[in-house]
Structure formats: C-alpha cells, structure tokens
C-alpha cells in the first residue's frame, strides 16, 4: 500500500495524471467530501456519482488498494487524523506510522526541490564508471550506508559501506580518481566514546579531506 492516512489526500492528488475522466471525477469529490465518503458504501457512492461500483474499485486498486473497503479503512483514518488537535499530535493515540510516512515523504519532496536533473545525471555518471564506490556513515548515519550498500550492489555496483571513523580515514587516504566517494550525515559531527575508557573523540568531516551532508 502506497498511502498511509494523513498522505492519502496527498497521494490522491498526484495520482490524478492516470485516472480516467469518471475517476478522476470520482478523485475531486473524495478530496472535497473525504469524511461523507467514509461513511458511504461502494453502492452509496456509485448511486450518488452516477458511476459503477467497478469503476471505484478500479480507482481504489490504482492507488495500490486491494477494494474499496481498504481504501476506505484508510480515508478514515486520515478524517480522524486531520481532526486530532494539534498539541495531540505527539501522544500515543496518534498514527505513527502514518506520521512516519509523512516525514519520509517530506524528505523526499525537500530532496527533488534542492536537487536538479542535471545533479541526478551527474551521480549516476559518476556511480556507474567508479571502479568502487565508498560510502561513508558514522553512529546512526551507519545504517543508512550499509542500506545504501544493499541496494547498490543488487544492480552490479561494487560498494563498501564503512561506519568506523578510524576506518574511514585510512579508507579515504587509499581512495583515487577512480572512486567515488559518498558520507551521510544528519549533524555534521559524530562522537565517538573509545571503550577502553578514554575521552571521547568528536570525528569532523572535514578531518577526512572532504564535506559532506
């Protein structure tokens, strides 16, 4: 399922390019009445907008919903999200999982703005004519690099994801022409706590040659 509450508006909207004209009638009255429809059955809503029950489930299943019933097990829930107040969206009782997706998304929207064709052209230029790609993630960060290796190498690109700060350094000083080299980054800065008891060491970028964020 593509679409979890509070994004289900949202995904309605940019999906609207491959519905036909009767569901994308049936789109724009979701969007203008999401809490009547929640309430309707498939048959109440085929009467009212004049169209067949296919017709809806078809809509329903472009959206990645098995039926209707999903769907409307979803729009539900997003009416009830949209009406939680606000100083209730951080409690228990909130979807977290739709409040998950929607920071996912949200990242990914802020990506496509700050990031050009040009830029996407560029990396995968880069990436397919490395001879080995270095991806670099310290602490948290670290998950995302060994995520990073996963994919890339089920598509044939040699990766090698390293989360060790000491590590890096000597990686990044064997590194040539013919690398590319990748770090991820939230903060800028890691600590690192040695466990024999020494004092912490704070690991910047820029001691390994490079930025990055």
Not at 128 to 142: L, M
Not at 182 to 189: A, L, N, P, Q
């Amino acid at each position: 399922m593509d679409y979890l509450a509070e994004n289900l508006i949202y995904g309605i909207e940019c999906s609207m390019s491959k519905f036909t004209k009767t569901e994308e009638e049936l789109a724009k009255y979701i969007l203008q009445h999401p809490e009547e429809v929640s309430q309707l059955t498939i048959s109440q809503i085929a009467k009212k907008l004049h169209i067949s029950a296919a017709t809806i489930t078809r809509f329903c299943q472009k959206l990645a919903f098995s039926g209707f019933n999903e769907f409307k097990h979803e729009l539900k829930r997003s009416v009830d999200l949209q009406n939680t107040p606000i100083h209730m969206k951080n409690l228990k009782n909130v979807d977290y999982f739709a409040k998950l997706y929607q920071d996912h998304m949200g990242i990914i929207d802020h990506t496509f703005q700050i990031t050009s064709y040009e830029d996407i052209q560029k990396a995968v230029s880069l990436l397919t004519k490395a001879k080995k790609i270095h991806v670099y993630g310290i602490g948290s960060s670290g998950i995302a690099a060994h995520e990073f290796k996963s994919k890339f190498f089920r598509i044939g690109l040699s990766v090698e994801a390293i989360t060790d700060p000491h590590q890096s350094m000597m990686d990044a000083a064997l590194s040539n022409r013919d690398s590319v080299v990748i770090g991820i980054s939230i903060s800028g800065t890691t600590k690192e706590g040695h466990s024999r008891g020494e004092n912490s060491e704070e690991t910047r970028l820029t001691d390994l040659g490079f930025y990055w964020r």
